[in-house]
């Protein structure tokens, strides 16, 4: 990943970019004040891409991890403070059981294979959703990993892996009337702040882009509450091909976007 990345300080949450990254081969059209802080991907059409060379859809898949690693290291070398990806969602275990079985099985490789280059370059990764489903042997490695870079202070890099917006935004609300019923909150001071804190995503700024590969407009019960104010890009690239170019497009459209968080426009 970046030579310069490995800094002491976390990453700015203002979407700033720290004084290293003046450092990076950020390509020139790109304005590094106006970066986004966090970058949320729906990593989609992995099948079709397989199916367009006529091979398994499993190999979509395999070759999307590698469009994951290029995507990281761009991410980190440009500056970006937190890449968040959608790898499996509550309602992929209604796939053929062969597919669900190979995921799985890529997860634990993936990881295992990549975690002592991702902890080198100070990623600090972290799995989001309900871990306690997936095999246990890809729990070890996850709980591994995620003790191991947790005071990293490179990119934060969060893979959503049996990930539900909604479900997430249900245990959230369970949790609160919980301690409510216990007496220890009161209702009145349930507040938005309050809210996310019982989020998967807790301690991380809000997404500012998402980017949606394949073509499809949906957002699929993807970080729900967390993209309330995201812009959206949306482009036909299937993920696996979705390269330097690619993200190069999604930024530029990004900082075309006048971000007014419900409030009005004052050069308009
Ligand atoms: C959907 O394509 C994509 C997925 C189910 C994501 C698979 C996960 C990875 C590539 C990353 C794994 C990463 C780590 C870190 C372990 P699709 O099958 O829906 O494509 P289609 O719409 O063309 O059928």
């Not at 190999?59 to 994951?68: A, I, K, M, P, W």
């Not at 790898?87 to 209604?94: D, L, Q, R, V, Y």
């Not at 294979?113 to 600090?124: A, K, N």
Request: hydrophobic share 40%.
């Amino acid at each position: 990943m970046s030579r310069s990345l490995a800094t002491t300080e976390p990453f700015s949450t203002t979407g700033a970019p720290t004084d290293q990254s003046m450092d990076l081969d950020l390509p020139s059209a790109l304005d590094p004040i106006r970066l986004p802080a966090h970058v949320a991907v729906i990593m989609d059409g992995n099948g079709r891409w397989a199916r367009q060379r006529g091979l398994p859809r499993v190999l979509g898949h395999r070759e999307g991890v590698q469009s994951l690693k290029r995507t990281l290291r761009l991410c980190s070398d440009w500056g970006i403070g937190a890449l968040t990806a959608y790898a499996f969602s509550t309602e992929n275990w209604n796939r053929p059981g062969e597919e669900v079985s190979f995921l799985m099985t890529l997860f634990e490789r993936v990881l295992a294979r990549e975690i002592d280059g991702l902890d080198r370059e100070r990623v600090r990764i972290r799995f989001l959703g309900d871990l306690h489903q997936l095999p246990p042997g890809l729990q070890e490695l996850i709980a591994e990993a995620t003790a191991r870079t947790a005071t990293n202070d490179g990119i934060h890099f969060n893979v959503c892996t049996n990930y539900g917006g909604r479900r997430e935004l249900v245990q959230a609300a369970r949790r609160l009337a919980e301690q409510v019923a216990r007496g220890e909150l009161d209702p009145a001071a349930i507040d938005e702040e309050a809210f996310a804190a019982g989020l998967h995503t807790a301690g991380e700024s809000d997404p500012d882009l998402l980017i949606r590969t394949s073509g499809e407009f949906r957002i699929s019960n993807f970080l729900l509450w967390q993209l309330a104010y995201a812009e959206l890009h949306i482009t036909d690239v299937l993920w696996p091909d979705f390269d330097e170019a690619a993200l190069l497009a999604a930024l530029l459209d990004y900082q075309g976007r006048r971000r007014r968080f419900g409030g009005v426009d004052p050069s308009r």
